[in-house]
């Protein structure tokens, strides 16, 4: 059943994702990729950047895509009602209770807990991004690719739409397969 | 015409914050304050509230303040302002390219955007690090990621039951401790 399908693979990184949307990525990609092989890593990757190129949320942006993709508008629907729902709802039936608990050390632990677990699945990813891209673009592309968009993002603070758009106009060009 | 301005602030936030939900937040007090319907302490308490939950903060904050000041109605109009523009220009660019992808350019144009996702993943790594840092210092944190890497990454176990298991760890870890506190802050 794909819409049982597609709500689990978002419910469960919208439910243990802490750190806002980004940190749901790679739980998103595992989930995507990997348990249900709906894209492979270089098509989850041109997803990521284009949602990363356009403004807003990125959780609901590649909910909406992704669940899109597999279903058309009912299957984007469901994608994002798994993203969003939960922890909304979680969070406006537990006001009262969460309100007593913001400051409490535990409640705060709670979510600084998990964030070395979502850094190593961020850099798992990071490092299959560049396996990939080492894969379909050589060694020297990629060195040139990394550090400038490296140098551009961090170092000059370019806004990261021009860094993407820039990345596709240089791919178009250089890098089609012949 | 306050839903008009629920689905005004929202949109502005959605289509303005770039850098995913947590970069629109500024964008989101912005418009609160605009149309003057909470003030900075509520406004940071809610934050602080969303970040006691998982899951993105854009929308649970959308949510919330839509709730607030418009009731159920206001709530679907803050989240479908911020969420159904952006989603609805990644479906039609997507799906454009997609109707592209035999020309070996379009190809070319996958592979000249994957190192730079990776370029911005590895930054989001690194910031997620030392926010941890931040929180525990190194030693914590790197037995921390060296614990992930080696259940995640070498033993295959589904990322969603390492980090369910740490939050039950957390959860029923030195209850009484915690029982004291609370109770002093109740008197």
Same mark, same amino acid.
């Given at each position: 059943m794909i819409y049982w399908e597609i709500f689990l693979a978002f419910f469960i990184p919208g439910i243990l994702g +802490? =750190? =806002?949307g980004p940190a749901t990525i790679p739980l998103i990609e595992y989930e995507v990729v990997? @348990? +249900? =092989?709906?894209?492979?890593v270089e098509e989850f990757a041109e997803v990521l950047a284009l949602g990363n190129a356009l #403004?807003? #949320?990125?959780a609901t942006k590649m909910a909406g895509y992704i669940g899109f993709e597999q279903a058309g508008i009912l299957g984007a629907s469901v994608g994002l009602f798994a993203t969003i729902a939960p922890s909304l709802m979680l969070m406006i039936v537990l006001l009262s209770l969460l309100y007593k608990f913001k400051d409490s050390p535990k409640v705060k632990l709670l979510s600084s807990i998990v964030r070395p677990t979502i850094a190593v699945l961020l850099g798992a990813m990071t490092l299959r991004f560049a396996e990939t891209s080492y894969a379909e673009s050589g060694i020297l592309q990629t060195g040139i690719l990394i550090g400038a968009s490296y140098y551009l993002l961090? @170092? @000059?603070?370019?806004h990261p739409a021009f860094v993407i758009l820039g990345a596709l106009i240089y791919g178009a060009i250089f890098l089609a397969p012949s | 015409m306050k839903h008009a301005q629920i689905f005004m602030a929202f949109f502005r936030a959605g289509m303005l914050g770039y850098g995913g939900g947590p970069a629109s937040i500024p964008l989101i007090l912005a418009e609160v304050k605009r149309y003057g319907w909470m003030g900075d302490d509520e406004f940071s308490d809610i934050l602080a509230i969303g970040n006691t939950l998982p899951g993105p903060i854009a929308t649970k904050m959308a949510g919330y303040i839509g709730y607030r000041v418009g009731g159920i109605l206001g709530m679907l109009n803050a989240i479908i302002a911020s969420v159904f523009p952006t989603v609805v220009l990644m479906i039609i660019l997507l799906v454009s390219l997609a109707s592209f992808r035999d020309y070996p350019w379009v190809q070319g144009m996958t592979n000249g955007v994957v190192p730079v996702v990776a370029v911005m993943l590895g930054a989001l790594t690194w910031g997620f690090i030392k926010r941890s840092k931040q929180d525990f210092g190194w030693m914590k944190v790197i037995f921390l990621l060296i614990g992930s890497i080696l259940l /995640?990454? /070498?033993?295959? /176990?589904h990322p969603a039951l390492v980090i369910l298991a740490l939050l039950l760890f957390v959860f029923f870890r030195k209850p009484e401790k915690e029982q004291l506190k609370k109770e002093g802050e109740t008197e």
């Open positions: +802490y =750190g =806002g990997h @348990r +249900y =092989g709906w894209m492979s #403004p807003g #949320p990125i961090e @170092r @000059r603070k370019v | /995640i990454e /070498i033993f295959g /176990i």
